[in-house]
């Protein structure tokens, strides 16, 4: 069962080859958390309306493997902007952003997603490090592009920054239709490439990852992601747009986060 377990997160390859300079991180599932129903195992939503304690103590655990108090996880209220902020100390309030950096030792970001993109960011040498929440809006409006510069003005260089994309949905499972299409091809017509044709007359199917990446990538920085769909992954991610088909009245939320150890 997942609540007879404790966290046990995913992590990529380049990000875990960072650990002997004291970044940890981790991709966190539903896997090891306290809450039941619709928002079984860990889910650390404070958005929805799962018991607030159960809640509070998912994010505890997450913490806990993170190396920090629990007052240390700096979440943002996510309001699927571009908007970055920097994080100095624990939050008494969080702020309205889809992006936190920092450069303090013991401040673990995290970004929460259910479908939408979660991008852990380190660059090594400066000590610098960010998570970001990209939706289709937040990638579009520019939130990758604000956290790299948020990294710079603390120090971090596009060259030496790694970039991870975490478990979000995939092509297959991500059905649009023609109005979001258009969004896309009207800010570049290349975009066009992201979109495969549906078997529902006048959709597409949108390609989150490649777009997210790609938009990394030309950053200037060294991107990659996880290749793991939330939407086909019931057992191990919450998805929103799988409660939307079923009709379901709310969903958990999962966590990514990164964190600079003391060295």
Not at 27 to 39: D, E, I, K, M, P
Not at 85 to 101: F, I, K, L, N, S
Not at 123 to 132: C, K, L, M, S, T
Request: charged share 25%; with cysteine.
């Amino acid at each position: 069962m997942l609540n007879d377990q404790r966290p046990e997160p995913l992590r990529s390859p380049e990000l875990a080859g960072l650990s002997a300079g004291g970044i940890r991180h981790g991709f966190f599932t539903r896997v090891g958390g306290v809450s039941s129903g619709l928002y079984r195992g860990l889910n650390v939503g404070l958005g929805s309306n799962d018991d607030r304690e159960s809640v509070l103590e998912n994010r505890a655990r997450v913490a806990t493997w993170l190396g920090v108090p629990a007052s240390n996880l700096c979440t943002p209220h996510q309001i699927h902007s571009a908007r970055a902020v920097v994080a100095t100390e624990p939050w008494p309030e969080r702020p309205q952003a889809d992006a936190v950096v920092t450069d303090r030792p013991g401040l673990a970001l995290g970004v929460l997603a259910a479908d939408c993109g979660p991008i852990l960011f380190a660059d090594p040498e400066a000590r610098v490090i960010g998570a970001a929440h990209a939706g289709w809006k937040g990638a579009l409006d520019g939130v990758l592009e604000s956290t790299i510069e948020a990294m710079e003005r603390l120090g971090a260089r596009p060259a030496r920054i790694v970039a991870v994309l975490g478990p979000s949905i995939s092509q297959e499972n991500y059905e649009v239709g023609p109005e979001f299409v258009e969004r896309f091809t009207t800010a570049d017509p290349d975009n066009q490439r992201y979109f495969l044709p549906s078997t529902k007359h006048g959709h597409e199917k949108f390609d989150l990852n490649g777009y997210t990446v790609d938009r990394l990538r030309r950053a200037g920085i060294g991107a990659s992601h996880l290749g793991i769909c939330t939407y086909a992954d019931e057992e191990r991610f919450f998805s929103y747009r799988r409660t939307t088909h079923r009709g379901e009245p709310d969903y958990g939320r999962q966590i990514s986060a990164i964190v600079l150890e003391e060295i």
